[in-house]
């Protein structure tokens, strides 16, 4: 099992990202979980400026690379990330097998 598959629909937002933010193509995304959120966890999505470290580790798609530390990658292990864009919401979206329960808007959880 991946720890998490990054569908197109994110690599290609990332690009765009990258372009809206004027970061450097390559430019690492953290992503990982923090307590809060009406469902207990709820996730995290930033660029990062510094390396990952021995704590961390890298998925790559394409010229995309996620860095998640290893408290985050045990509730997150299996997850997919996609970017849906609909006449209802836009956004990434984590499709995490491991919660148990999410909130209504979809950007929290319970593991």
């Known amino acids: 099992m991946e720890l998490i598959k990054i569908h197109q629909s994110a690599v290609d937002k990332i690009h765009a990202l990258w372009t809206e933010f004027n970061k450097p ?5 953290r992503v ?3 307590g809060g959120g009406c469902s207990g966890f709820s996730y995290t999505f930033s660029f990062e400026l510094n390396p990952p470290t021995k704590f961390d580790h890298v998925i790559e798609a394409a010229d995309v690379k996620l860095i998640i530390d290893k408290k985050s990658a045990i509730y997150m292990a299996g997850t997919e990330l996609e970017y849906e864009n ?3 919401k836009s956004g990434f979206v984590f499709k995490n097998p491991r919660a148990k329960t999410t909130c209504g808007c979809g950007s929290s959880f319970a593991a």
């Open 25 to 29: 193509a390559g430019t690492l995304v």
């Open 32 to 34: 990982g979980i923090k």
């Open 86 to 88: 609909t006449l209802m």
